[in-house]
């Protein structure tokens, strides 16, 4: 498979009176297909390295390569641009816009790229909605929704422009047993059936057990 | 793109309901109030000024000049070092020579009429009444074209001058108050002592007490003959087909002519600058009304800055760029500003009609006033555009900050 996304040697360091580095010197690359599970303890700086990973955080050192281009180069816009098009996130929290309901909050990212008319965003967000079961929630607003139904609808929304990286932080932080075994299903299957690169940061050991890679990160520093 | 920054701003407003609205208030009373006051101030300064244009000449020469003529001895030796004492000055008789020629030359310039008139002092009896009045001698059918007073006429008509030269045209005001009618004989005295008897051919009624009251238009042989000034005028009135060319028209003929040459701008500079400062103030005061919305706006948007900061984390997660995120906060300014447009605009047309029907007298007029009120469309449009631009500059600080919120800095305080 395609490689995804990859890291050289990446550092990300909070500078001030007293500089923290987030991330230290980190290279990890991930391909089409392959899911991988991103474990550490708290403020080991998991997320700090999805975020890189997502080009919401720039390195200080280093290098990030998004689909074999590098983004050194990248301004914001361009950041913003291959967000769009070919990353997808997924948090914790589940993050939906509570103004929406849950079909609206898939549409959005289909709307900001504006490839399709309303018809065909309105149909792609019910097909994505239904793959994950939600079939019958789309009109809700989130506050209607169980935690698991809004984290779907959230990986549902990670989906809605096709990207080729998933990136998802503790997407079953939140959850309880069983809604945590469905997301961690609909998770895995995004590598292993859609053939998406997926890195998940988790601190449940099932669900790294389940992945195709286990990256263990201490003090920032990726484990051998 | 826009619909989409659109949809996700009036959201953003929906779910703030009662805050929206106040702001929204703000906007519809500052459009209206500002509309509503604008529009009347305007009103009543294009009434002044269309009186001035209308009702008055564009351009006076009088029989003066700026600069005072210097005596023939001072013309011939303007270096002299010896002051020539007791020199005996040169008397001149006061009024427009040659005010054919002038006329001639003034009428063949294209869009311009002028009108010779010999104005004076009179007394004018009847039936053991006596009143002072200003005595205008005109050619009526030249007069006509430069003045609005066939207009006011109410009985008999002002052409009727020329061909019965002991006629006399009076203001209503004049005949009510010394019980005179058409027909009657008045006297007239001049200043210069001499009596004549004028039958009242005409009536007018402008409106304006002290005109209507204190004003006759006799034929300008007859008001030459009894002012002892045969073929002098003082005063030669001008009516341009553009009223704003004034100033230069006026100097032009200046040079030409020599004699003072007025224009109406000139005439009514004091009031001109009068209604300058009043504007400034007006715009100021009702200014300061959409200042107060603008805040409204502002806090309504800045809360909903403070309250989205994870929603605008997302949104850039998501791929949204940061002009995106400003667009959505400019956004809800545009709408606050665009609905209190419309209710402000709507209230501001109730509040004008209702100006409009206020009615009042003021001093010096005989017939009831109303307030002018300009509904042209730039009330309108200043009206609208002051608003949105209050609500933009308003919404335009938290959409800035909006911008910069760093994502990752959000994401890692709510994960």
């Known amino acids: 498979m395609a490689e995804a996304i990859r890291l050289e040697h990446v550092t990300r360091r909070l500078e001030g009176e007293v500089p923290v580095t987030l991330v230290s010197d980190a290279s990890l690359r991930i391909d089409g297909g392959e899911c991988v599970a991103i474990t550490g303890p708290s403020g080991s700086g998991k997320s700090s390295l999805l975020y890189l990973m997502g080009l919401l955080d720039l390195p200080s050192e280093g290098r990030v390569w998004l689909g074999g281009a590098d983004t050194a180069g990248y301004g914001e816009v361009e950041r913003s641009e291959a967000r769009l098009r070919t990353i997808g996130f997924v948090f914790q929290s589940h993050f939906l816009l509570p103004e929406f309901s849950a079909c609206e909050n898939v549409m959005l990212p289909m709307r900001r790229l504006g490839a399709y008319d309303d018809a ?105 | 793109m826009i619909r989409l920054l659109v949809d996700v701003a009036a959201r953003h407003l929906l779910a703030r309901r009662r805050q929206s609205i106040v702001s929204l208030l703000g906007v519809v009373l500052g459009v209206s109030f500002f509309l509503s006051i604008s529009a009347m101030m305007r009103g009543s300064e294009q009434d002044i000024i269309h ?80 009143r002072a009045i200003g005595l205008y001698g005109i050619v009526a059918s030249e007069y006509a074209q430069v003045s609005t007073i066939r207009r006011y006429m109410v009985r008999g008509s002002l052409d009727e001058l020329e061909a019965n030269p002991n006629g006399i045209v009076i203001g209503d005001e004049l005949a009510r108050r010394m019980s005179l009618s058409m027909g009657d004989n008045l006297r007239i005295a001049s200043t210069t002592g001499q009596v004549r008897t004028f039958k009242i051919i005409g009536l007018f009624h402008t409106g304006r007490s002290d005109f209507d009251a204190g004003q006759a238009f006799v034929a300008l042989k007859r008001v030459q003959s009894m002012l002892d000034r045969p073929n002098r ?183």
């Open chain 1, 120 to 224: 065909t965003i309105r149909e792609r967000a019910r097909v994505l909605l239904g793959g994950l079961g939600l079939e019958d929630q789309r009109d809700k607003g989130p506050r209607q929704l169980s935690g698991g139904q809004s984290q779907r609808v959230a990986i549902a929304r990670a989906l809605a422009n096709d990207p080729m990286l998933v990136l998802a932080d503790e997407p079953t932080g939140n959850l309880d047993s069983v809604a945590s075994r469905n997301v961690q299903r609909t998770v895995l299957a995004l590598a292993h059936e859609q053939g998406r690169a997926v890195a998940v940061v988790t601190h449940d050991p099932d669900f790294a057990a389940q992945a195709d890679r286990r990256v263990r990160i201490v003090d920032g520093r990726i484990q051998p």
């Open chain 2, 51 to 130: 009186r001035l244009v209308d009702n008055a000449p564009h351009i006076t020469i009088e029989d003066d000049y700026r600069n005072p003529t210097l005596q023939p001895v001072s013309q011939l030796f303007p270096d002299a070092a010896v002051q020539l004492r007791h020199v005996v000055p040169q008397t001149e008789t006061r009024g427009i020579r040659g005010y054919a020629q002038i006329l001639d030359f003034l009428r063949r310039t294209p869009g311009l009429r002028a009108s010779a008139v010999l104005s004076g002092q009179a007394l004018a009896s009847f039936a053991g009444k006596d």
């Open chain 2, 233 to 415: 005028i003082n005063t030669i009135v001008i009516k341009l087909a553009d009223p704003n060319a004034a100033r230069t028209e006026a100097a032009r003929i200046e040079q030409r002519v020599r004699y003072k040459t007025v224009s109406w701008q000139e005439r009514s500079e004091d009031l001109m600058s009068a209604l300058a400062i009043r504007s400034v103030i007006m715009y100021a005061v009702v200014g300061a009304v959409l200042v107060v919305a603008a805040f409204g706006i502002y806090n309504v948007i800045s809360t909903v800055v403070l309250e989205k900061q994870r929603d605008i984390a997302i949104l850039r997660a998501m791929g949204f760029q940061a002009r995106d995120i400003e667009g959505m906060f400019l956004a809800q300014g545009a709408l606050i500003g665009a609905v209190g447009n419309v209710f402000g605009i709507g209230l501001g047309c109730g509040l004008m009609a209702g100006l409009m029907r206020i009615h009042f007298r003021v001093p010096g007029s005989t017939d009831v006033n109303y307030l002018a009120i300009d509904w042209s469309l730039f009330q309108f449009v200043l009206a609208g555009g002051v608003a949105m631009l209050a609500a933009m500059i308003a919404a335009y600080l938290p959409a800035r900050r909006a911008a910069k919120v760093e994502p990752v800095d959000v994401l890692r305080g709510g994960t």
